[in-house]
């Protein structure tokens, strides 16, 4: 049975910093797209990062670049979401997911994504 396990979100004051985790479970860790969404209430869900299993195809939404970076420990199974300069329009909860593919270029494709964890809350107060 595939599992994602996120973990580290937490509650943090504007310019703070949160590392997520997601173990990966029941999955093969090869030709796979791990991403990390987030949605607010009352928005819709939005892709923040991904990459492919090679770490190759790295994408991240405009409003994180510079402050946000995924990367991932194959060994272990397991994608990172290192987020520093948090703001208070980060806060949303924050979900990791993965689907298998040989084309790494779908890594970003939200709707191919078919494997998902339960969520983890990030909230930054102003």
């Known amino acids: 049975q595939v599992a994602l396990v996120e973990s580290g979100g937490g509650s943090v004051p504007a310019g703070g910093s949160l590392r997520l985790s997601c173990v990966v479970v029941g999955l093969t860790y090869s030709q796979i797209c791990m991403g990390w969404f987030r949605q607010a209430p009352g928005k819709e869900r939005e892709g923040v990062a991904s990459l492919y299993s090679d770490s190759a195809h790295i994408h991240y939404v405009d409003s994180v670049k510079g402050r946000f970076t995924i990367s991932q420990d194959n060994a272990k199974h397991t994608v990172f979401l290192q987020m520093n300069n948090l703001k208070a329009e980060d806060t949303a909860m924050y979900y990791c997911?993965?689907?298998?593919?040989?084309?790494?270029?779908?890594?970003?494709?939200?709707?191919?994504?078919?494997?998902w964890g339960q969520g983890t809350q990030v909230t930054v107060s102003s």
């Open positions: 997911a993965a689907f298998r593919t040989t084309d790494g270029g779908w890594c970003a494709s939200l709707s191919r994504y078919n494997y």
